[in-house]
């Protein structure tokens, strides 16, 4: 069953505009979530993360947004770059796993010049 | 580079066959994983160690898989009697826990397994 789900399997977005990407969650025990990249044929790179007891947290163009009532999160770039056309996934982990991250099956954003 | 190394970067084998691979997580870090990512999906969790303990296997991981991490550094993933659904990138990642609440994972590039 997939615990962490990322509805759109890809994005389009004229550069410099914003990218929104969104994940979905439905364990309610999880309370650490991560936002990674990855290009083809690498693996994924960290990008930003939040705890739970947070609703926000920004790294420089990047900002993630944490729900926890809708268990919600999303991604913000702006602006946005062509370079940062990759597949963005959501990952999830609480501490009763472990840490175990659990893994949406990401979203392809492609940022047209 | 002082990041997460995997070894080979690429593997084909025919069905049947042994096969393992290798990964070098970052120095300090205590905690490594195993995953397992095929095409269009995220990658899926086969099993962590803290420091040399293996502490968790996903149901994934079948008895023709085995994890070691003999001394708490590098760690192999071998699998035994290769089938097609084997085919997949296998990742390693690893992570500092410090115990005092979650810490992100780093990825290597992974190791693309094919089986023919």
């Known amino acids: 069953d997939q615990q962490v789900k990322q509805n759109s399997p890809s994005l389009s977005v004229q550069e410099g505009r914003i990218s929104i990407l969104n994940c979905d969650y439905t364990?309610?025990?999880?309370?650490?979530f991560l936002w990674y990249k990855k290009y083809p044929a690498e693996g994924p790179t960290f990008l930003i993360s939040?705890?739970?007891?947070?609703d926000k947290n920004e790294d420089g163009r990047f900002t993630v947004f944490l729900n926890k009532s809708a268990k919600h999160l999303s991604l913000h770039i702006v602006p946005s770059q062509p370079g940062d056309s990759a597949v963005y996934f959501c990952a999830a982990s609480a501490r009763y796993t472990g840490n175990q991250f659990y893994f949406g099956t990401g979203t392809s954003l492609t940022v047209i010049p | 580079d002082t990041g997460v190394s995997q070894d080979p970067r690429h593997k084909i084998t025919k069905r049947g066959q042994n096969v393992t691979f290798r990964c070098d997580p970052i120095s300090e870090h205590n905690r490594l994983y195993w995953y397992r990512q095929t095409l269009g999906q995220g990658p899926e969790f086969l099993t962590y160690f803290q420091n040399e303990a293996q502490l968790e296997k996903s149901r994934l991981l079948s008895d023709r898989f085995s994890a070691e991490r003999p001394k708490g550094s590098f760690s192999t993933l071998e699998i035994q009697r290769t089938e097609q659904g084997d085919s997949a990138m296998y990742l390693c990642?690893?992570?500092?826990?410090?115990?005092?609440?979650?810490?992100?994972?780093?990825f290597g590039q992974g190791t693309r397994l094919t089986v023919v």
């Open positions: 939040i705890s739970s007891i947070k």
């Open positions: 364990n309610s025990m999880f309370d650490y």
């Open positions: 990642a690893s992570s500092l826990e410090r115990g005092r609440g979650n810490t992100e994972a780093f």
